[in-house]
T-cell receptor
Framework: AQKVTQTQTSISVMEKTTVTMDCVYE???????LFWYKQTASGEIVFLIR??????ENATVGHYSLNFQKPKSSIGLIITATQIEDSAVYFC????????????FGAGTKLTVKP | NSKVIQTPRYLVKGQGQKAKMRCIPE?????VFWYQQNKNNEFKFLIN????????QIDMTEKRFSAECPSNSPCSLEIQSSEAGDSALYLC??????????????FGKGTRLTVV
């Protein structure tokens, strides 16, 4: 069965610093996709970045990057040069390739960026 | 910006009433998902479709919930007899098939249901 775990409930950082959010997952599938999303205060959920399990290179999009450690079933999100507007709840998710299971989401990490 | 359109944004129903919400997936996306997000931010999968066919659904959806994705019409999720515990944010998401090059799902802004 697939499972996604985010152990950090909330994180608070100062503006312009770097923050890392943790996520570990469980799957029996040999191929899968990992995602990070953020949910703003208005409730809108925005897709940020994706890592395909077969790719060794860590994905990077803008000031978001991933730390993919496949042997540890871990996919950390790194946000560099944080801005006030990065304050949101961040969700990790996984979608398996070899079945029709819907993406499974973690419980979320609330990030607060302080000026 | 999200291209998945959900209506209405807010819905208030009395216990026992029907509650219906709609979703227009992003153009070109044949796969549609419905999730329920509770006050603790937990995502609960309800049902998903590929084109008009149900791929998976949970037990709750099989009983009081009904959903469909007819061709050339919005997808819909309906609760036949609302209960207080159904109060939540209902999220519709769409995507390309899981074996495509881009597998991420995109969410609408949700329908916030309050059952009074």
């Amino acid at each position: 069965a697939q499972k996604v775990t985010q152990t950090q409930t909330s994180i608070s950082v100062m503006e312009k610093t770097t923050v890392t959010m943790d996520c570990v997952y469980e799957t029996q599938d040999s191929s899968y996709f990992l995602f990070w999303y953020k949910q703003t205060a208005s409730g809108e959920i925005v897709f940020l970045i994706r890592q395909d399990s077969y790719k060794k290179e860590n994905a990077t999009v803008g000031h978001y990057s991933l730390n993919f450690q496949k042997p540890k079933s871990s996919i950390g999100l790194i946000i560099t040069a944080t801005q006030i507007e990065d304050s949101a709840v961040y969700f990790c998710a996984m979608r398996e390739y070899n079945n029709n299971n819907a993406p499974r989401f973690g419980a979320g990490t609330k990030l607060t960026v302080k000026p | 910006n999200s291209k998945v359109i959900q209506t209405p944004r807010y819905l208030v129903k009395g216990q026992g009433q029907k509650a219906k919400m709609r979703c227009i997936p992003e153009k070109g996306h044949p796969v549609v998902f419905w999730y329920q997000q509770n006050k603790n931010n937990e995502f609960k999968f309800l049902i998903n479709f590929q084109n008009q066919e149900v791929l998976q659904q949970i037990d709750m959806t099989e009983k009081r919930f009904s959903a469909e994705c007819p061709s050339n019409s919005p997808c819909s999720l309906e609760i036949q007899s609302s209960e207080a515990g159904d109060s939540a944010l209902y999220l519709c998401a769409s995507s390309l098939p899981r074996d495509s090059a881009n597998t991420e799902v995109f969410f609408g802004k949700g329908t916030r249901l309050t059952v009074v």
